[in-house]
Nanobody, 113 residues
Framework: QVQLVESGGGLVQPGGSLRLSCAAAGVKVTTYTMAWFRQAPGKQRELVAQITSGGATNYAASGKGRFTISRDNVKNTVALQMNSLNPEDTADYYC???????WGQGTQVTVSS
């Protein structure tokens, strides 16, 4: 059984940074593409970034140049480093293993002064 647990969300001022982490159990993060999605209030869930089993990364236009997805093969985690945050980044962020349709419970990110 796959379990994904996110952490690292919180309140940050515009221009600040946050690092989200997704701890995976029941699957190795190197086996499948892992992804981060987000859902802002009143909006549809959208892809933020993904990393393939081969290590290739892909970003939504909104985060390109500001966000970095990475994984730690030893800790079996996937991280999302977010820099230069702005209020439009406020959302619940979810870790996802698309191949099996597994989602974490989400972690809230609020960007506000």
């Amino acid at each position: 059984q796959v379990q994904l647990v996110e952490s690292g969300g919180g309140l940050v001022q515009p221009g600040g940074s946050l690092r989200l982490s997704c701890a995976a159990a029941g699957v190795k993060v190197t086996t499948y593409t892992m992804a981060w999605f987000r859902q802002a209030p009143g909006k549809q869930r959208e892809l933020v970034a993904q990393i393939t089993s081969g290590g290739a990364t892909n970003y939504a236009a909104s985060g390109k140049g500001r966000f970095t997805i990475s994984r730690d093969n030893v800790k079996n985690t996937v991280a999302l480093q977010m820099n230069s945050l702005n209020p439009e980044d406020t959302a619940d962020y979810y870790c996802c293993l698309p191949a099996v349709g597994s989602w974490g419970q989400g972690t809230q990110v609020t960007v506000s002064s």
